[in-house]
């Protein structure tokens, strides 16, 4: 650490003495003055990359982080620095092309980020077959104004061109030696800054570069143009990791493993042995919605009835990356976290996976998905052979009029009621069955409105008037809002969920099977949307001021705090029992797998989770992004910064331990997924272990 001083102190001297030869060089004064147009460049591409941070991280010193300006300005010096090796007529289309390439990043990421709240991989670019099927929802909810601010840079390159051209600006004399000695002089200008840069470095700023987990991070502290370059080595990573990482990958994959502690049984091992299964992926369902009324009328009736009627676990975190349902579909069959580069279900199909579909078939269970949707949307028609399915019934296997669908596809209530008649079928011609139905209307982006039936998310109240008469009053609050027309659309979700749970027992399907739900994300709606929820003035018929008694803060903790969906297991033993009731524990989606295990007396040897009942309030949810939950607190890796969530004293130990046990297993996570760890074929020691079983 002193010798990084030491240099940096140098480093300072030797700058500073340039600064001064460069104020007193009419030499390199004139440099600038014959070099606007590449100036021009550097300064537009720096600019863009600024402005983008601040539409994305909203404090001074995100957006204005001084290494993220100086590794932008490092980069688009260097890369600008070769337009000196072309002739002055021709340095223009190169500087633009570059320029565009680099707004084009900007508007990307802007974009992205709106929608995902993390900015853009290369590797995402496999997805885009998928944009045409969410187009409406993209072009609704993600683009905005904002995101096309950053073609100014383009544009005023090209006005400082016209100016120049006028002046005649590339007809000076082009010797090629004084272009390359103006190219060698630039780059090495370039070099210095990268030296400073780098002593600049921490070794957490190393690490989380090298992990590219924390994508924040590594933009606020590297720069927005240096990310995407690290991102698409990341991106082309596994092929090479393939071929040379797999010995490191391996020994961590069984020290991770032999570590773990053995599941305990508990009070509920085995108590729904035998039993058929229904799964419930509820799109976009939120726990805090149900909490929520409109003018008396519950949000959510139904899905707050099978709450109260069957095992509620309140603290349900989804997990998921840039898969959204495909990641969630990921972790909770297999108790693994979404990959770091791309998604499982599109770039690693054709990998073994320990399942729930798979470990159940083992025990005699006929296993099948429900979604009426394209086959192979998110790639499930490939992905649910490698997870266990012995069928997947999908759009074709269902009656799909123009009258009978909602938002992208299939009405959830039209959905619900064809797949109680396949249901009915299979329960005549299997003894155990397991299957999965997914929920479709509920999908951003929440437009259909005139479709999702009558309630009214703004506020009607009567009033008694001077005169003595009453009159309904009505006043503007969420109507015509994106978390209004949200709520209208799991207004219908919910009441779907309601007719399904009436048909399943009118069919008598629920007399020995448990019905699970999960939420698979959030709706991924705006924060200020919620302010407008919690902060609504009927008076002013606007947010309520700060230092109004009544204001409630929601910030980036209650937002993401705000995020939990909700996890239901629900049967008809269970209503009036001593298990039917609220589960607090803080509890991820890698954790149902591990949990159902227990309870329907399978094992997932590889899960990353936990049966919630073997490790109550002692659990931890880890996020892809690198952040974590406990009971204790939410912290936030970008920022290493946490909100308590008790009054327990936080101790620096706790936040290491947990944050270094939250590396570990994203990059093991990581590791099974890309190196096909759980394949016999490939895993001696995987061989080994089954036949000592």
Same mark, same amino acid.
């Given at each position: 650490?002193?010798?990084?001083?030491?240099?940096?102190?140098?480093?300072?001297?030797?700058?500073?003495?340039?600064?001064?030869?460069?104020?007193?060089?009419?030499?390199?004064?004139?440099?600038?003055?014959?070099?606007v147009?590449?100036v021009?460049?550097?300064?537009?591409?720096?600019?863009?990359a600024?402005?983008?941070?601040?539409?994305?991280?909203?404090?001074?010193?995100?957006?204005?982080?001084?290494?993220?300006?100086?590794?932008?300005?490092?980069?688009?010096?260097?890369?600008?620095?070769?337009?000196?090796?072309?002739?002055?007529?021709?340095?223009?289309?190169?500087?633009?092309?570059?320029?565009?390439?680099?707004?084009?990043?900007?508007?990307?990421?802007?974009?992205?980020?709106?929608?995902y709240t993390?900015f853009?991989?290369? =590797?995402?670019?496999?997805?885009?077959q998928?944009?045409?099927?969410?187009?409406?929802?993209?072009?609704?909810?993600?683009?905005?104004?904002?995101?096309m601010?950053?073609?100014?840079?383009?544009i005023?390159?090209?006005?400082?061109?016209?100016?120049?051209?006028?002046k005649?600006?590339?007809?000076?004399?082009?010797?090629?030696?004084?272009?390359?000695?103006?190219?060698?002089?630039?780059?090495?200008?370039?070099?210095?800054?990268?030296?400073f840069?780098?002593?600049?470095?921490?070794?957490?700023?190393?690490?989380?570069?090298?992990?590219?987990?924390?994508?924040?991070?590594?933009v606020?502290?590297?720069g927005?143009?240096i990310?995407?370059?690290?991102?698409?080595?990341?991106?082309?990573?596994?092929?090479?990791?393939?071929?040379?990482?797999?010995?490191?990958?391996?020994?961590?994959?069984?020290?991770?493993?032999?570590?773990?502690?053995?599941?305990?049984?508990?009070?509920?091992?085995?108590?729904?042995?035998?039993?058929?299964?229904?799964?419930?992926?509820?799109?976009?369902?939120?726990?805090?919605?149900?909490?929520?009324?409109?003018?008396g009328?519950?949000?959510?009736?139904?899905? +707050?009835?099978?709450?109260?009627?069957?095992?509620?676990f309140?603290?349900?975190?989804?997990?998921?990356?840039?898969?959204t349902?495909?990641?969630?579909?990921?972790?909770?069959?297999?108790?693994?976290m979404?990959?770091?580069?791309?998604?499982?279900?599109? =770039?690693?199909?054709?990998?073994?996976?320990?399942?729930?579909?798979?470990?159940?078939?083992?025990?005699?269970?006929?296993?099948?998905?429900?979604?009426?949707?394209?086959?192979?949307?998110?790639?499930?028609?490939?992905?649910?052979?490698s997870?266990?399915?012995d069928?997947?019934?999908?759009?074709?296997?269902?009656?799909?009029?123009?009258e009978?669908?909602?938002?992208?596809?299939?009405?959830?209530?039209?959905?619900?009621?064809?797949?109680?008649?396949?249901?009915?079928?299979?329960?005549?011609?299997?003894? +155990?069955?397991?299957?999965?139905?997914?929920?479709?209307?509920?999908?951003?982006?929440?437009?259909?409105?005139?479709?999702?039936?009558?309630?009214?998310?703004?506020?009607?109240t009567?009033?008694?008037?001077?005169?003595g008469?009453?009159?309904?009053?009505?006043?503007?609050?969420?109507?015509?809002?994106?978390?209004?027309n949200?709520?209208?659309?799991?207004?219908?979700?919910?009441?779907a969920?309601?007719?399904?749970?009436?048909g399943?027992?009118?069919?008598?399907?629920?007399?020995?099977?448990?019905?699970?739900?999960?939420?698979?994300?959030?709706?991924?709606l705006p924060?200020?949307?919620?302010?407008?929820?919690?902060n609504?003035?009927?008076?002013?018929?606007?947010?309520?001021?700060?230092?109004?008694?009544?204001?409630?803060?929601?910030?980036?903790?209650?937002?993401?705090?705000?995020?939990?969906?909700?996890?239901?297991?629900?049967?008809?033993?269970?209503?009036?029992?001593?298990?039917?009731?609220?589960?607090?524990?803080?509890?991820?989606?890698?954790?149902?797998?591990?949990?159902?295990?227990?309870?329907?007396?399978?094992?997932?040897?590889?899960?990353?989770g936990?049966?919630?009942?073997?490790?109550?309030?002692?659990?931890i949810?880890?996020?892809?992004?690198?952040?974590?939950?406990?009971?204790?607190?939410?912290?936030?890796?970008?920022k290493?910064?946490?909100?308590?969530?008790?009054?327990?004293?936080?101790?620096?130990?706790?936040?290491?331990?947990n944050?270094?046990?939250?590396?570990?297993?994203?990059?093991?996570?990581?590791?099974?997924i890309?190196f096909?760890?759980?394949?016999?074929?490939?895993?001696?020691t995987?061989?080994?272990?089954?036949?000592?079983?």
């Open positions: 650490m002193k010798r990084v001083k030491i240099g940096i102190n140098k480093l300072k001297k030797f700058l500073k003495k340039k600064w001064k030869s460069i104020k007193e060089d009419h030499a390199i004064r004139n440099y600038f003055k014959e070099n147009l590449f021009s460049f550097v300064v537009t591409c720096v600019l863009n600024t402005i983008l941070r601040f539409f994305c991280m909203h404090s001074i010193e995100n957006y204005l982080s001084w290494k993220a300006i100086l590794a932008d300005t490092m980069i688009t010096i260097a890369i600008g620095s070769f337009g000196y090796l072309l002739k002055p007529k021709n340095r223009f289309a190169y500087y633009l092309v570059l320029d565009i390439l680099l707004s084009a990043i900007c508007v990307i990421n802007s974009v992205y980020y709106t929608f993390s853009a991989s290369i =590797s995402m670019l496999s997805l885009t998928y944009i045409g099927d969410v187009g409406d929802a993209v072009v609704e909810n993600v683009l905005q104004l904002k995101d601010i950053y073609i100014i840079g383009p005023a390159l090209i006005v400082v061109h016209l100016r120049l051209k006028k005649n600006y590339d007809k000076r004399i082009d010797i090629k030696s004084d272009r390359k000695k103006k190219m060698l002089h630039t780059l090495a200008f370039s070099g210095v800054l990268a030296l840069f780098l002593l600049t470095m921490s070794a957490l700023d190393i690490s989380r570069f090298m992990k590219q987990w924390n994508k924040e991070y590594v606020m502290r590297f927005i143009y990310y995407q370059a690290n991102d698409l080595v990341s991106s082309i990573q596994p092929k090479i990791n393939a071929m040379f990482g797999y010995d490191q990958a391996h020994k961590d994959f069984l020290d991770y493993y032999a570590e773990k502690e053995e599941p305990t049984t508990n009070e509920f091992t085995n108590m729904f042995k035998g039993k058929n299964i229904i799964v419930i992926h509820g799109e976009s369902m939120m726990t805090n919605a149900m909490s929520l009324s409109f003018n009328e519950e949000v959510t009736p139904n899905l +707050n009835k099978m709450a109260s009627e069957g095992m509620f309140n603290n349900f975190f989804s997990q998921v990356s840039v898969g349902s495909s990641d969630s579909e990921l972790t909770y069959n297999t108790s693994l979404p990959t770091k580069s791309g998604t499982a279900f599109v =770039s690693y199909s054709d990998r073994t996976y320990v399942s729930t579909p798979s470990l159940l078939k083992e025990q005699g269970y006929y296993t099948f998905s429900m979604h009426a949707n394209n086959a192979d949307f998110w790639n499930r028609r490939t992905m649910y052979n997870l266990g399915y069928r997947f019934y999908s759009k074709t296997d269902y009656v799909v009029e123009k009978n669908q909602i938002g992208l596809g299939l009405s959830d209530k039209e959905f619900f009621k064809q797949s109680i008649e396949k249901l009915k079928e299979i329960n005549t011609e299997h003894n +155990n069955w397991y299957g999965v139905l997914i929920m479709l209307s509920n999908h951003t982006p929440f437009s259909d409105v005139e479709k999702y039936g009558e309630f009214n998310v703004d506020i009607t009567e009033e008694t008037k001077e005169d008469t009453v009159e309904q009053v009505t006043y503007p609050y969420m109507e015509g809002r994106k978390l209004g949200y709520f209208k659309s799991l207004h219908y979700a919910d009441s969920l309601g007719e399904f749970m009436t399943l027992d009118e069919a008598g399907l629920l007399e020995n099977t448990v019905v699970i739900l999960y939420g698979d994300h959030d709706a991924r924060k200020k949307d919620y302010n407008y929820l919690y609504y003035d009927m008076e002013t018929h606007d947010i309520r001021d700060e230092e109004d008694e009544e204001y409630k803060e929601y910030d980036y903790y209650q937002y993401e705090l705000g995020r939990k969906v909700p996890f239901i297991i629900w049967s008809k033993d269970l209503i009036g029992s001593e298990y039917n009731q609220t589960y607090n524990y803080i509890m991820g989606m890698y954790d149902v797998s591990p949990t159902l295990g227990n309870m329907f007396g399978f094992r997932n040897k590889y899960a990353l936990h049966d919630i009942f073997s490790i109550r309030d002692n659990n949810v880890v996020f892809p992004n690198g952040n974590w939950v406990n009971k204790n607190m939410y912290y936030n890796s970008q290493a910064e946490y909100l308590p969530l008790t009054e327990q004293p936080i101790t620096e130990e706790e936040i290491a331990n944050t270094e046990y939250t590396n570990k297993l994203l990059d093991v996570s990581n590791n099974i890309v096909d760890l759980l394949n016999p074929e490939k895993n001696s995987l061989e080994e272990e089954g036949e000592k079983e």
